[in-house]
């Protein structure tokens, strides 16, 4: 199980329920409606799908994303409001007349609907309908960012300074390495971390605890993996340990280097047997095998016994050397009650012997490993990483699509804006004619305002009988103007087209 890859969504529930770890259990952090936003809906309407996934914390990356939209939009506006009076202009300059809707230059959403409301019209004509995309853009863009950006955690490799490391050559000793130590529990600890964050269990080079630790391919150097041997044997409560390991040997679930263990009650009575076995003896230093019994009932004193057999074999060759060191018999003694401890929930026994196995090869090349730094003569390109997640910041794809939408929207307003000005001062229509008193329709509060004081046009000559007649007359109202720039007649009305 340790060289498989546990679904980083479903978990290892082998490993994670005997170590607690209930997802059903978890509480819902944040408000309901958080959870909706950043968990139902993107689901419901496919957001979950992949995203950009950038190299920083998640709240800077929205502030800055925010601001940039901002900053945006707000450039926006007075460069549209130029291409507005640029169309005016050069439209006044082909017609020598113009209707009033191009005349109100840029507008915000309410306006440019209260226009269309009011006059039955878009101001701008077509540009209208961009004055309300912008806007919507804009909200969009926002709302987008503030509830679609969030953080998540993606496999990468960290950074690893000091922990428990295998030594990069063999040690020339025997060992019976102690299970009591804490080097051992970092080990044991590190596989469950892992298959929590969705990595890989197994025989690590080094750990160091880190809670974000997510083993990939290049941390592991191998395995143990225990099998399902036979059918269980049951056995009556007050049958004795040897009858027991009789029985099993003469059904070969069992080597001839055979050791029990079991909990003792206050009545003196023992349950919950564990028979742990080995195919070398101590002395031999080759790499052995472990076979293992267990009461997988675990009922307590004087209930009948059903022990089912497993057999364990390691595949890693790069740390055979460490379990041929290791004197066999005396370890699994003295590791006999540890197994029995860390099998309390016996119907993940394979998981759970061969996470224990392999945490017992990780501390095997020393009686008590301390922590330590990776050797500096080490060659190994990936000795000061490992594998982990790490936090990036999440760009789904409707906010990097609108971030292109929204540049492309301001890149072309500019582009067009530029292209008019050509096109302006090809015509001799300069800017500085359009602020003399009548060069160029007025496009703006400001140039209403200075174009009303000195009553030119034909506002001053309209009667305001009420305003559903002057909306009535705003419709269809085209605007001449008399001109005092260059190529220009003085006096003189335009032309009775609209456009």
Known sequence: MSQTQCDQDKG?????????????????????????????????????????????????????????????????????????????????????????????????????????????????????????????????????????????????????????????????????PSNQQRAYRLAFEAQSISLRNGGYGGIYRKVNGEPNFRADKLDVVGSWNCEDMAKPQDFDPDTLVPVMINRLRASGVLYNNSLACSTQHADKSRSDWLILSASVPDGVEKPWDVQVAMDINAQGPHKPINMKSFSCKMNAPAVEWILARINSYQTLAKWCLGFTESLENRTTAEALLSQTLNSMIMVGWNAVVSVSEVPANVQDSTASTQGCLAPRASVPWPVSTLFLVDTAFFVCMALYWLWLLLLARKKGLSNRHSWEVGASPPCDLLQWIRHSSTRHGSFDKMTPISPQHRAEELRNQTWPFQFRGPGYESGGLGKSEQY
């Open 12 to 176: 290892c529930p082998n490993l994670v329920d005997i170590l607690g770890y209930n997802r059903a259990a978890r509480p819902l952090t944040g408000a309901f409606s958080n959870y909706l936003l950043f968990h139902t809906m993107p689901t419901m309407i496919g957001l979950n799908h992949p995203a950009f996934q950038i190299d920083a914390e998640s709240p800077k990356l929205r502030t800055w994303l925010r601001a940039y939209f901002t900053v945006l939009f707000v450039a926006f506006a007075p460069i549209a409001n130029k291409v507005c009076a640029k169309r005016a202009q050069l439209k006044f300059h082909r017609h020598q007349t113009i209707h009033v809707r191009y005349l109100t230059g840029w507008l915000s959403v309410w306006q440019t609907l209260e226009y269309w409301y009011r006059l039955r019209g878009l101001p701008g004509g077509w540009f209208g309908l961009l004055m309300i995309l912008v806007a919507a853009l804009a909200i969009l863009s926002d709302l987008a960012v503030s509830g679609l950006v969030r953080a998540v955690t993606v496999p990468s490799r960290c950074s690893f300074i000091s922990g428990v490391v295998l030594p990069p050559v063999p040690v020339p000793w025997r060992v019976i």
